[in-house]
């Protein structure tokens, strides 16, 4: 033990940069609660760099995890820091151009491997082709990820400046970056020279440790398109190459009106760090609307060019810029990266806790048949008659569900359960008699199916556990029914599913008379998961580890396990544009639906509207050419009357009668009687 404190002693004092000995590292043994390793490349003219070394001293501060900070070159260099420190958490600073040996991952015995994922987004994340480490943190507090092994976490800025000097005389503008393509210098330089007769423009273009990535020469084209930009005599351009460290950037950047970066759009790029300085410093900030930017999106009043102009930003002051400024301060930052970390720990040994040791999402074969004896005894004991009208094989299901449910019911205080599809369920019948409440949908329980208790107002979004096994098969929309469900879960609820479940269902076809599918991966995990950006699951899938033993009217298949939990609250509103994209939320779909049929019903009472319309028309034509003959003929009666008065000779009336006849006809036809006395 006295060697192991040793080597512990020697890798702080070699590994940890002496700038961040001291207090930083004086952790506090019994908040304590798990070792971590961070691992960097060498070389400080790099933003990459930059950021790694700013993240390790907000974690280090926190206390939670004893952080031990590590400059590699190569594996090797990782591997006797790893044999030396022992963690249990590993955190790379990684980006393929800054440490290309650490590609393929880094692990240790017993540690979980974390990364940083410098360029996150949802078309980066979509992208994704291997999982090189276990968990990607991604500082980009926007994102929205349904995987487990992704989690957002929020940015972090350098200490800010204390003392601000006063503003300069001069309305002066200020940029930094290195002369990487789309960083939009030249384009600074020709907004300032459109918007203002006087001005001062500062930009600071470092070296990078890397010229294959920004070449001299690119410096030099972008320094060369800045002087031509502009043009007033009244502007004063000042470009500096020199690096600046942390504390020198924000002086820099303080002693600007504003500080303003014009990037171009770059769809699937990551946040940029240089807002994370000007925060730090104090001074109004100006941005283009580009995605590298959209954790700014929802500054309001807007800080973005195309909205207004610098000086109408400068003028508004920070105080819109508080809320970030608050969030990403490294302390608040630095608490938050730990706990995302922490939970996933937690999340990983939760997951391990369970009775067959494979996690909640998963097949429930033979192998969840021998470890969930204990449930099984349990739904025998509460719940003995119901489960003698079960199927034996398939009470695996309600096992699950049983253990799942009182296992993730202590994460919440007085956590409020919602069982789908209850008739019957010797799960929730198995609950009820341990004593928990639940509010029951089924319409052989409470007369309602899902829809009818979604649509009802007094159903809110405020249940920890939502419940339904072996339903979702049996439902004509699932997709409806899902939406529906997640609806309903409070942020951080957690829904427990299971399904009828086989990869071969696509080619066979081949399922129980009262399913309406079996379900695959994809269904699952793509499918249902993508109709809920608000919701993620609870911990990687393992459905291609299991066995299809269950058979039932001659199908084989198997019962698998979906659980999946809702975001907290402050991520969820960033779900809220995915949400739009899929129609909105459930009620308004379900409303879209309503009025969808509201339409259609309207227009085929037009429709037949119209066609009686016709008819009419062509009845009252009809009548109108009837009424013109019967005047005719009554015309052609007065006249025969008339003869008949001055004749009234037989041959007179042989002429009237068959005239007679004919009116009759035409009598009969008509809808009116003719005068009286014809």
Same mark, same amino acid.
């Given at each position: 033990?006295?060697?192991?404190?040793?080597?512990?002693?020697?890798?702080?004092?070699?590994?940890?940069?002496?700038?961040?000995?001291?207090?930083?590292?004086?952790?506090?043994?019994?908040?304590?609660?798990?070792?971590?390793?961070?691992?960097?490349?060498?070389?400080?003219?790099?933003?990459?760099?930059?950021?790694?070394?700013?993240?390790?001293?907000?974690?280090?501060?926190?206390?939670?995890?004893?952080?031990?900070?590590?400059?590699?070159?190569?594996?090797?260099?990782?591997?006797?820091?790893?044999?030396?420190?022992?963690?249990?958490?590993?955190?790379?600073?990684?980006?393929?151009?800054?440490?290309?040996?650490?590609?393929?991952?880094?692990?240790?015995?017993?540690?979980?491997?974390?990364?940083?994922?410098?360029?996150?987004?949802?078309?980066?994340?979509?992208?994704?082709?291997?999982?090189?480490?276990?968990?990607?943190?991604?500082?980009?507090?926007?994102?929205?990820?349904?995987?487990?092994?992704?989690?957002?976490?929020?940015?972090?800025?350098?200490?800010?400046?204390?003392?601000?000097?006063?503003?300069?005389?001069?309305?002066?503008?200020?940029?930094?970056?290195?002369?990487?393509?789309?960083?939009?210098?030249?384009?600074?330089?020709?907004?300032?020279?459109?918007?203002?007769?006087?001005?001062?423009?500062?930009?600071?273009?470092?070296?990078?440790?890397?010229?294959?990535?920004?070449?001299?020469?690119?410096?030099?084209?972008?320094?060369?398109?800045?002087?031509?930009?502009?043009?007033?005599?009244?502007?004063?351009?000042?470009?500096?190459?020199?690096?600046?460290?942390?504390?020198?950037?924000?002086?820099?950047?303080?002693?600007?009106?504003?500080?303003?970066?014009?990037?171009?759009?770059?769809?699937?790029?990551?946040?940029?760090?240089?807002?994370?300085?000007?925060?730090?410093?104090?001074?109004?900030?100006?941005?283009?609307?580009?995605?590298?930017?959209?954790?700014?999106?929802?500054?309001?009043?807007?800080?973005?060019?195309?909205?207004?102009?610098?000086?109408?930003?400068?003028?508004?002051?920070?105080?819109?810029?508080?809320?970030?400024?608050?969030?990403?301060?490294?302390?608040?930052?630095?608490?938050?990266?730990?706990?995302?970390?922490?939970?996933?720990?937690?999340?990983?040994?939760?997951?391990?806790?369970?009775?067959?040791?494979?996690?909640?999402?998963?097949?429930?074969?033979?192998?969840?048949?021998?470890?969930?004896?204990?449930?099984?005894?349990?739904?025998?004991?509460?719940?003995?008659?119901?489960?003698?009208?079960?199927?034996?094989?398939?009470?695996?299901?309600?096992?699950?569900?049983?253990? +799942?449910?009182? #296992?993730? $019911?202590?994460?919440?205080? =007085? *956590?409020?359960?919602? %069982? &789908?599809?209850?008739?019957?369920?010797?799960?929730?019948?198995?609950?009820?008699?341990?004593?928990?409440?639940?509010?029951?949908?089924?319409?052989?329980?409470?007369?309602?199916?899902?829809?009818?208790?979604?649509?009802?107002?007094?159903?809110?979004?405020?249940?920890?556990?939502?419940?339904?096994?072996?339903?979702?098969?049996?439902?004509?929309?699932?997709? +409806?029914?899902? #939406?529906? $469900?997640?609806?309903?879960? =409070? *942020?951080?609820?957690? %829904? &427990?599913?299971?399904?009828?479940?086989?990869?071969?269902?696509?080619?066979?076809?081949?399922?129980?008379?009262?399913?309406?599918?079996?379900?695959?991966?994809?269904?699952?995990?793509?499918?249902?998961?993508?109709?809920?950006?608000?919701?993620?699951?609870?911990?990687?899938?393992?459905?291609?580890?299991?066995?299809?033993?269950?058979?039932?009217?001659?199908?084989?298949?198997?019962?698998?396990?979906?659980?999946?939990?809702?975001?907290?609250?402050?991520?969820?509103?960033?779900?809220?544009?995915?949400?739009?994209?899929?129609?909105?939320?459930?009620?308004?779909?379900?409303?879209?639906?309503?009025?969808?049929?509201?339409?259609?019903?309207?227009?085929?009472?037009?429709?037949?509207?119209?066609?009686?319309?016709?008819?009419?028309?062509?009845?009252?034509?009809?009548?109108?050419?009837?009424?013109?003959?019967?005047?005719?003929?009554?015309?052609?009666?007065?006249?025969?009357?008339?003869?008949?008065?001055?004749?009234?000779?037989?041959?007179?009336?042989?002429?009237?009668?068959?005239?007679?006849?004919?009116?009759?006809?035409?009598?009969?036809?008509?809808?009116?009687?003719?005068?009286?006395?014809?």
């Amino acid at each position: 033990m006295t060697a192991e404190r040793d080597v512990k002693k020697v890798v702080k004092t070699q590994f940890v940069p002496k700038k961040q000995r001291g207090d930083i590292l004086q952790v506090n043994a019994a908040k304590v609660t798990a070792v971590g390793l961070f691992v960097t490349h060498r070389g400080q003219r790099c933003g990459v760099w930059q950021f790694g070394s700013r993240l390790h001293e907000a974690l280090a501060a926190d206390g939670r995890i004893e952080w031990y900070y590590v400059e590699c070159a190569d594996f090797q260099e990782f591997q006797t820091a790893a044999v030396a420190t022992k963690p249990d958490v590993i955190l790379a600073n990684f980006h393929p151009s800054t440490m290309p040996w650490a590609a393929e991952g880094l692990r240790a015995d017993g540690a979980v491997s974390f990364s940083v994922f410098h360029e996150a987004s949802r078309a980066s994340i979509a992208a994704l082709q291997n999982r090189p480490f276990d968990i990607l943190l991604c500082p980009d507090p926007t994102l929205i990820a349904n995987d487990p092994g992704i989690l957002a976490v929020p940015r972090f800025m350098p200490t800010p400046v204390k003392q601000l000097p006063p503003v300069p005389s001069v309305f002066t503008v200020g940029s930094f970056g290195f002369g990487t393509p789309g960083k939009g210098f030249e384009k600074l330089c020709a907004l300032v020279n459109a918007q203002c007769n006087d001005a001062r423009i500062r930009i600071n273009i470092p070296p990078h440790d890397y010229p294959t990535i920004v070449s001299p020469e690119e410096i030099t084209k972008i320094v060369d398109a800045c002087r031509a930009a502009v043009t007033r005599p009244g502007i004063e351009l000042d470009i500096t190459h020199n690096f600046l460290d942390e504390p020198g950037l924000l002086d820099f950047l303080a002693t600007n009106s504003i500080n303003a970066f014009l990037y171009d759009d770059a769809p699937g790029r990551g946040i940029s760090s240089c807002t994370d300085y000007a925060l730090a410093a104090g001074r109004p900030i100006a941005v283009t609307r580009t995605s590298m930017f959209r954790h700014l999106s929802g500054v309001n009043p807007s800080i973005c060019v195309e909205d207004r102009s610098l000086a109408a930003i400068a003028e508004s002051g920070t105080n819109a810029l508080e809320h970030y400024r608050e969030t990403y301060a490294a302390a608040a930052a630095g608490a938050a990266w730990n706990s995302a970390i922490l939970g996933a720990l937690a999340t990983r040994r939760m997951s391990r806790g369970v009775p067959d040791g494979r996690g909640f999402n998963k097949l429930l074969d033979d192998r969840s048949r021998a470890a969930y004896s204990g449930p099984l005894e349990d739904l025998r004991r509460l719940a003995p008659d119901m489960l003698e009208r079960k199927i034996e094989r398939a009470n695996i299901q309600q096992a699950f569900a049983l253990d +799942a449910a009182r #296992r993730l $019911a202590e994460r919440f205080v =007085a *956590p409020r359960v919602l %069982a &789908i599809g209850s008739f019957e369920d010797t799960a929730v019948a198995s609950l009820k008699a341990l004593g928990y409440q639940i509010v029951e949908v089924d319409p052989q329980v409470d007369g309602r199916d899902l829809e009818e208790f979604y649509r009802d107002p007094s159903a809110g979004s405020e249940f920890d556990i939502v419940l339904c096994v072996s339903v979702l098969e049996h439902v004509p929309d699932d997709e +409806a029914f899902v #939406r529906q $469900a997640a609806a309903l879960l =409070a *942020p951080d609820g957690i %829904a &427990i599913f299971t399904v009828d479940f086989s990869e071969r269902y696509p080619e066979t076809g081949l399922r129980p008379a009262a399913d309406q599918r079996l379900y695959t991966q994809h269904d699952l995990q793509s499918r249902l998961m993508g109709l809920l950006p608000d919701c993620a699951l609870i911990d990687p899938p393992t459905w291609s580890d299991g066995a299809e033993d269950f058979e039932y009217e001659g199908c084989h298949y198997a019962f698998a396990t979906w659980v999946f939990t809702r975001l907290p609250a402050e991520i969820m509103r960033y779900a809220e544009s995915l949400k739009r994209e899929l129609g909105g939320p459930p009620w308004k779909t379900l409303l879209a639906g309503e009025q969808l049929l509201y339409e259609r019903r309207l227009a085929a009472l037009e429709d037949a509207l119209g066609v009686e319309v016709q008819r009419t028309e062509r009845l009252t034509s009809s009548n109108t050419a009837l009424e013109n003959a019967l005047g005719v003929e009554l015309r052609r009666i007065e006249r025969l009357r008339m003869d008949l008065r001055m004749d009234d000779s037989p041959r007179a009336l042989r002429a009237v009668l068959p005239l007679a006849r004919v009116i009759r006809s035409l009598m009969n036809l008509g809808r009116s009687s003719p005068p009286p006395g014809s």
